[in-house]
């Protein structure tokens, strides 16, 4: 039988790249190194690409650093990939700029309407104070949160919807058949999510079903089937 959206009790997001556009506070945060390199050369297509590349490796090399002090060290990876000088200051600055990256124009709205129909539960490869930042322009209270601070390991890590699954069947009673995982990227969420089990609703934000672009992303070779798929969170919540 198949599910509708409106079955489920508890939606669990990703929250960068689904309803914070990390990838344009990604590229403005760069700038001040691009400028202080008089670097005119460098697109955010190819920024982001990096970005990715040196992301992912080191999410993997320190799964227990705070997020802001990782975002640091990809500055300076950014740095060298592209032969440019870089000081603590401008890396110190890139790892602290998550609170000014910017909300999607819909998150908002479209959390508040689904906010009317189920408990909203955040699972996050950054720190808590780093999701705190961003929370006060999402514009709900989360039923939970749950950050890589908490696990000692980054998405995607199966060790991370491990933890979100017992946290949640403990303190809300929600079990795993009654939860939709719903996020942007297909690497960090919705690989894990399916080796976990869970319903999966994919916020196609980078069009990548027609396109090709994977931006701040590590590339998928093969796509996992998700339950549902929409272009936008308001899109989703419309669909109730």
């Known amino acids: ?5 409106s079955d489920y009790k508890a939606l669990t ?10 990838e344009s506070g990604i590229w403005d945060a760069l700038q001040p190194l691009i400028l202080a390199n008089n ?10 690409r990096v970005f ?3 992301e992912t490796a080191q999410e993997l090399e320190t799964p227990q650093m705070i997020y802001s002090q990782l975002l640091s060290l990809v500055h300076k990876g950014i740095a060298r990939e592209y032969e ?13 700029s998550i609170s000014q990256w910017p ?8 959390l508040r309407l689904l906010k009317k129909h189920f408990k909203l539960v955040i699972l996050s490869n950054v720190h808590r104070d780093g999701f705190a930042a961003s929370n006060k322009k999402l514009g709900v209270h989360f039923d939970a949160v749950y950050t890589a601070e908490d696990v000692g390991s980054y998405k995607p890590s199966i060790a991370n919807f491990d933890y979100m699954l017992a946290r949640l069947k403990e303190e809300l009673g929600i079990e795993k058949q009654q939860i939709l995982h719903t996020a ?5 969420d919705h690989i894990p999510a399916t080796k976990a089990g869970l319903s999966k609703a994919w916020i196609d934000r980078q069009n990548l079903s027609e396109s090709d672009n994977w931006g701040a992303t590590a590339v998928v070779q093969n796509r996992p089937k998700v339950d549902f798929q929409f272009k936008t969170l308001m899109e ?5």
Do not use: V
């Open 236 to 240: 989703m919540a419309q669909s109730l």
């Open 184 to 188: 942007q990227s297909l690497h960090h």
């Open 52 to 54: 990715a590349s040196i």
């Open 39 to 48: 670097r005119s050369d460098i697109t955010r297509e190819t920024a982001l």
């Open 1 to 5: 039988m198949t599910k509708e959206i």
């Open 103 to 110: 909300a999607f124009p819909d998150s908002a709205d479209a």
């Open 13 to 22: 997001f990703d929250c960068y790249g689904t309803m914070i556009d990390w």
């Open 84 to 96: 440019m000088q870089t000081n603590d200051n401008l890396d110190s600055a890139f790892g602290l």
